[in-house]
């Protein structure tokens, strides 16, 4: 799927992507800013000329084996192996890029294993050369260009280097795997807020999960609420597991309503609304209750 990117001015300046162009015969340029739009979050993508040939040059005559091993030798590009699978990446990617926060993750592998590419630019033959273990063995790149544009001379012993992948505790990563997952949700903006709650909430927070899947499942229609709003938010005051049984989620304007009524009569609801108002257990959203709940209040045996 393709993205929409940044490019700067300085691009159509730059003097060594324009050398490498004049040297191929090869559309460089063109084809390394639309390979900026193949790429994903991390600046990967999946080394398959075809397909980048019918999404970025679809009515130019050119193999774009070549395109890409050109750009490769030339450090613009660095092409790696996982699992058995052929990838690329953009060196430097994080530096200039500014990605939307509703991106979806990177589903490509980090890179673990450069191939390095033979140049191409003379022969249709010379397209791969060996694979080798990134440990600072490369050629040295010519004026590597930035994802944005920007110039910068970059050995290839750099730009072999990735980028190590932000590691999550077990506590987190089980939370994210029973999370219902939207579009856009961002896995790093539910760490960040998952981080501000006490090692209590935390565990309440992954609790509440089965609940609000239960929940969604009576209200199809309802949105999903993305995970960063679940954690900060609160929203995992709403949802528990009592017993082993789920406990079917309330929405807050029925909230909003029976604390009101228990306020203006000291009276709840224990055998229908669970705990009292900050009590432990307590079902209703957090964010609603105010410091003088719970006090004073009788348990009622049947709903008002």
Avoid at 3 to 27: C, Q, S, V, Y
Avoid at 221 to 246: M, N, P, Q, T, W
């Amino acid at each position: 799927m393709a993205r929409i990117r940044t490019i700067k001015p300085e691009f159509f300046k730059h003097e060594g992507i324009f050398d490498a162009e004049h040297a191929t015969g090869l559309p460089l340029r063109l084809a390394f800013a639309g390979l900026w739009t193949q790429c994903d979050r991390e600046g990967r993508f999946a080394w398959r000329p075809r397909q980048l040939k019918v999404d970025i040059l679809p009515y130019d005559d050119v193999d774009f084996s070549r395109v890409l091993d050109a750009l490769a030798t030339r450090g613009f590009i660095v092409k790696y192996a996982s699992n058995g699978r052929e990838y690329g990446c953009i060196p430097s990617w994080h530096r200039h890029q500014v990605i939307n926060n509703r991106e979806r993750d990177s589903e490509i592998p980090e890179p673990t294993e450069i191939i390095e590419v033979s140049d191409a630019s003379s022969t249709r033959d010379a397209r791969v050369g060996h694979a080798g273990k990134a440990e600072g063995k490369g050629k040295e790149g010519k004026g590597t260009i930035e994802p944005n544009g920007s110039l910068s001379e970059t050995s290839s012993d750099e730009v072999q280097k990735p980028r190590k992948r932000e590691s999550y505790p077990d506590d987190f990563e089980a939370f994210w795997e029973s999370y219902p997952r939207t579009p856009n949700m961002s896995k790093k903006e539910a760490y960040d807020a998952w981080k501000k709650l006490g090692p209590a909430d935390r565990e309440n927070c992954s609790r509440a999960v089965p609940g609000y899947v239960a929940f969604l499942k009576s209200k199809p229609d309802l949105e999903i609420i993305h995970a960063c709003r679940f954690i900060s938010k609160r929203r995992f005051d709403g949802y528990a597991e009592i017993g082993g049984a789920v406990v079917t989620a309330v929405d807050e304007k029925t909230w909003r309503s029976r604390l009101r009524y228990g306020r203006r009569l000291g009276k709840w609801s224990i055998a229908d609304w669970g705990p009292l108002p900050g009590a432990a257990g307590c079902r209703a959203p957090g964010h609603l209750l105010e410091p003088g709940d719970g006090n004073g209040w009788t348990e009622m045996e049947r709903a008002a």
